[in-house]
């Protein structure tokens, strides 16, 4: 079965200092890679993805994901990130035959001031 | 385009109770799909539903029922609430055709808590 590991559960950082967040899945087949994020009191949306192409994606607000096939791999990067980046992030993968999404676990990322 | 809408936004439920969550899409998508956030666990599908009268179950189904009978609604039905479906429910929707056909949208959620 497919699954989505998130290994950090909870990232405290400062304003601008360097964000990495892990996304490992597993799955033999050819995915989908989806990156979203969820503001608090807010639902999800898209920050970037991954269908096909350059590995390495650039989405919204300055993040971008680097696809590792050979690891099995979608991080999830900032080079300098501020407080409004304070939110829940979730990696996702999907299958192409299927509308289903395997969401991670998610990261709570804060970002003191 | 309003997206996905969710109502009600919050509610509250006595155990053994039953109510309707409300979904609908105005982007003409045919895949939509119900997710319940708990923390912790991140989201997991609960039903999903490629078409009008079509759908099927994910990950965590027991104790929800679906239909589709437009492409529009995708209502989610809980026939007696237990404690354990305390959650924040959201709904989603996508296109279908190619590999474009995961990437979802998602409405801003309605959170339950059953007593």
């Known amino acids: 079965a497919q699954s989505v590991s998130q290994h950090n559960h909870h990232v405290i950082l400062s304003e601008a200092a360097s964000l990495e967040l892990g996304c490992n899945y597993s799955y033999g087949g050819t995915v989908n890679l989806f990156w979203y994020v969820q503001y608090p009191g807010q639902h999800l949306q898209l920050l970037l993805k991954?269908?096909?192409?350059?590995?390495l994606v650039k989405g919204i607000k300055g993040f971008e994901a680097e696809f590792i096939k050979s690891k099995f791999s979608f991080n999830l990067r900032k080079p300098s990130v501020q407080w409004s980046d304070t939110a829940e992030y979730f990696c996702a993968v999907g299958s192409g035959n299927t509308g289903k999404l395997i969401f991670g676990q998610g990261t709570t990322l804060q970002v003191k001031p | 385009n309003a997206g996905v809408t969710q109502t009600p936004k919050f509610q509250v439920l006595k155990t053994g109770q039953s109510m309707t969550l409300q979904c609908a899409q105005d982007?003409?998508?045919?895949?939509m799909s119900w997710y319940r956030q708990d923390p912790g666990m991140g989201l997991r599908l609960i039903h999903y539903?490629?078409?009008?009268?079509?759908?099927d179950q994910g990950e965590v189904p027991n104790g929800y029922n679906v239909s589709r009978s437009t492409t529009e609604d995708f209502p989610l039905r809980l026939l007696s609430a237990a404690p354990s479906q305390t959650s924040v429910y959201f709904c989603?929707?996508?296109?279908?055709?190619?590999?474009?056909?995961?990437?979802?949208?998602f409405g801003p959620g309605t959170r339950l808590t059953v007593l």
């Open positions: 991954y269908f096909s192409g350059d590995p």
């Open positions: 539903s490629v078409g009008a009268g079509i759908t």
């Open positions: 989603a929707s996508s296109s279908s055709g190619g590999r474009a056909y995961n990437e979802q949208f």
């Open positions: 982007m003409n998508h045919e895949y």
